[in-house]
Nanobody, 123 residues
Framework: QVQLVESGGGLVQAGGSLRLSCTAS????????MGWFRQAPGKEREFVAS????????AYATSVKGRFTISRDNAKNTVELTMNSLEPEDTGVYYC????????????????WGQGTQVTVSS
């Protein structure tokens, strides 16, 4: 059974930080690029960041570049998203996903998704 489980969300004031973690089960993770997406209320799910299997190919959405950092630990089957200088516009449900191919910033390129973790940034 393929499973991705996110954790680390919560309520934080603007300017604060959070670290999200995504733990993957067995074959879910090995050899695959991974990504983070988010969805704000009433909006489409949008790309946040992605990382290649070896950790060398990293991409960020323009809105988070310089504030967020994606990383992975293949030995622990985890992908993390460290979020600094959070803004109210960063509020939403954050999802990690496995990329099966295609464009790194397209939802259609990802086949397995976690259940999401809520991030709320107060002003």
């Amino acid at each position: 059974q393929v499973q991705l489980v996110e954790s680390g969300g919560g309520l934080v004031q603007a300017g604060g930080s959070l670290r999200l973690s995504c733990t993957a089960s067995g074959r879910t993770f090995w050899g695959y690029d991974m990504g983070w997406f988010r969805q704000a209320p009433g909006k489409e799910r949008e790309f946040v960041a992605s990382i290649g299997w070896s950790g060398s190919s990293i991409a960020y959405a323009t809105s988070v570049k310089g504030r967020f950092t994606i990383s992975r630990d293949n030995a622990k089957n985890t992908v993390e998203l460290t979020m600094n200088s959070l803004e109210p516009e960063d509020t939403g449900v954050y999802y990690c996903a496995r990329r099966m191919g295609g464009l790194y910033n397209s939802k259609a390129s990802y086949d397995y998704w976690g259940q999401g973790t809520q991030v709320t940034v107060s002003s």
